[in-house]
């Protein structure tokens, strides 16, 4: 059984201070490398549930490897016990609602960007548990329409989120005539963008 361990966790990080030193030649702002650095370490737990832990079949029974692949949209098969689907709905969910808020502040999303992302990310995460179930000869995932759906409706509802906080946050600084320097004005512009 391979599971998600702190050096998955490190090798990630060092990737990030990587790309930290190039957006950092960019000139980006310190405000936009630090939503950056909090939604990367948000992907990587995000890998480290989707992809681990990976349970490789043993070389005496490789020839017995049947994937499993649910192509029927809302069939959750015989779930049972039943609070079992309700966790794995919402837990699919609430995967990728970080998602749809976190990306908004590092990228300029608007509408039409989240039609395409929002199935993108679900169908993203569904073939790398293809790519790991083929590589390894394991059993342990189910590959499922389902979950991309509920993935979909994860960064929807994000992206909602952060729609509703920014109405809100534009309404109050323009009310209260708020201008500042660090970080509010960095989520006024980036709100103030996705307009």
């Known amino acids: 059984m391979i ?36 939604f990367w370490i948000y992907l990587l737990f995000v890998l480290g549930t989707i992809i681990f832990p990976i349970a490789p079949l043993p070389m005496t029974y490789r020839d017995e490897f049947r994937l499993s692949i649910n192509f029927i949209p809302f069939y959750f098969g015989a779930c049972d016990p039943r609070d079992l689907c309700l966790r794995n709905i919402v837990g699919n969910i609430l995967l990728t609602v970080p998602f749809g808020l976190g990306i908004s502040f590092i990228t300029g999303l608007r509408w039409k960007d989240v039609i395409w992302l929002s199935p993108s990310v679900g169908l993203v995460f569904e073939g790398l548990q293809l790519m790991i179930a083929f590589l390894f000869r394991s059993t342990f995932r189910v590959v499922d329409i389902n979950d991309v759906i509920l993935n979909a409706l994860g960064v929807w509802l994000g992206y909602l989120l952060f729609r509703m906080f920014g109405s809100f946050y534009l309404f ?24």
């Open 3 to 38: 599971d998600f361990s702190y050096s998955h966790l490190l090798f990630g990080i060092g990737i990030l201070a990587i790309i930290l030193i190039r957006l950092k030649t960019q000139t980006r702002s310190f405000w936009y490398l630090l939503f950056f650095s909090v």
């Open 172 to 195: 109050v600084t323009k009310r209260f005539e708020i201008r500042d320097q660090s970080l509010s004005a960095y989520i006024y512009e980036v709100l103030h963008q996705s307009q």
